[in-house]
Antibody
Framework: QVHLVESGGGVVQPGGSLRLSCAAS????????MHWVRQAPGKGLTWLAF????????YYTDSIKGRFFISRDNSKNTLYLQMSSLSAGDTALYYC???????????WGQGTPVTVSS | DIAMTQSPLSLAVTPGEPASISCRSS???????????LDWYVQKPGQSPQLLIY???TRASGVPDRFSGSGSGTDFTLRINRVEAEDVGIYFC?????????FGQGTRLEIK
């Protein structure tokens, strides 16, 4: 059974940084691409970033390029999202998602909340 | 980026009645391989989103056959042929033809 547990969210001041983690279990982590998706309070879904199973390729949506970085440690079955220069617009619930074929989003974690506020 | 537009944004349906949600994309989602890269996700109350349908009409594992998808190019439809109480939630379409994948605004389904 696929299990994704995000952590690392919290309250951070504007301009600050945060690193999110996602612990994966129940599948062969190193065989699957992974994504981060966020959902602002009461809003829709925004895809953020993708990383291939071996970490060889990454893709980002424009609004986070140069500020957020996706990475993974296959030896620890863990996905990361390093976020910097945070602003109020980054306030959201951040989901870790297991990929598969193309950019399809197969299994979602429960999310970790990030609040950017002074 | 490809813009995705859903309608209606909310609907209330009597149990046992059908429901239909439309999704339109600003560009064709037809790949050269002949497939349209359009998925549907549902976010039930208090839960994370889950994959419902991919490639327009293929149901994800465990999805009841009362859910169906259709369409091609830029116009797509999700249908529930007999709504049940457990179908309450927000339904999102998403294109994964181009990077970045983009979602529709979501359609809130309620039970009358």
């Amino acid at each position: 059974q696929v299990h994704l547990v995000e952590s690392g969210g919290g309250v951070v001041q504007p301009g600050g940084s945060l690193r999110l983690s996602c612990a994966a279990s129940g599948f062969s982590f190193s065989s699957y691409a992974m994504h981060w998706v966020r959902q602002a309070p009461g809003k829709g879904l925004t895809w953020l970033a993708f990383i291939r199973n071996d970490g060889s390729n990454e893709y980002y949506t424009d609004s986070i390029k140069g500020r957020f970085f996706i990475s993974r440690d296959n030896s620890k079955n863990t996905l990361y999202l390093q976020m910097s220069s945070l602003s109020a617009g980054d306030t959201a619930l951040y989901y870790c998602v297991r990929g598969g074929v193309g950019f399809r989003l197969y299994y979602w974690g429960q999310g970790t909340p990030v609040t950017v506020s002074s | 980026d490809i813009a995705m537009t859903q309608s209606p944004l909310s609907l209330a349906v009597t149990p046992g009645e059908p429901a239909s949600i439309s999704c339109r994309s600003s560009q064709s989602l037809l790949h050269t391989n002949g497939f349209n890269y359009l998925d549907w996700y549902v976010q039930k109350p208090g839960q994370s989103p889950q994959l419902l349908i991919y490639l327009v009409s293929t149901r994800a594992s465990g999805v009841p056959d009362r859910f169906s998808g259709s369409g091609s190019g830029t116009d797509f439809t999700l249908r529930i042929n007999r709504v049940e109480a457990e179908d309450v939630g927000i339904y999102f379409c998403m294109q994964d033809l181009q990077i970045p994948p983009t979602f529709g605004q979501g359609t809130r389904l309620e039970i009358k």
